[in-house]
């Protein structure tokens, strides 16, 4: 299953993006999707998951009241709404399947390739 993640870019602190990705495959009830995101040198760090049945979301701490994910089942995908973007959110992200809710990157099976993120001050 290719996951193809879309939208990011040069943005100003402050501003807002919406990143959205789209499974090649169906995605069932049972998976649970999330964004991640990495700078380099560090490990990949958890943004934002949501069940795809149930539609719960869980968040970071650091993303809490700014980013919003979403699905759109009959689309079947996923979107990443960011707003109040800080230059700390400046990564490459990537969206993700796993066959059940984790916050651990390492249980993930399915990956995108990545788009990256840039918050101007």
């Known amino acids: 299953v290719q996951l193809q993640a879309s939208g990011g870019g040069l943005v100003q602190a402050g501003g807002s993006v919406r990143l959205a990705c789209a499974p090649s495959?169906?995605?069932?009830?049972?998976?649970?999707m999330g964004w991640f995101r990495q700078v380099p040198g560090k490990e990949r760090d958890f943004v934002a998951g949501?069940?795809?049945?149930?539609?719960?979301?869980y968040y970071a701490d650091s993303v809490k009241g700014r980013f919003t994910i979403s699905r759109d089942s009959a689309e079947n995908t996923m979107y990443l709404q960011m707003n109040s973007l800080k230059f700390d959110d400046s990564a490459v992200y990537y969206c993700?399947?796993?066959?059940?809710?984790?916050?651990?990157?390492?249980?993930?099976?399915?990956w995108g390739q990545g788009t990256q993120l840039t918050v101007s001050s």
């Open positions: 949501i069940r795809w049945g149930t539609g719960r979301t």
């Open positions: 495959g169906r995605t069932f009830s049972s998976h649970f």
């Open positions: 993700a399947r796993a066959n059940g809710y984790s916050y651990n990157w390492r249980e993930y099976t399915n």
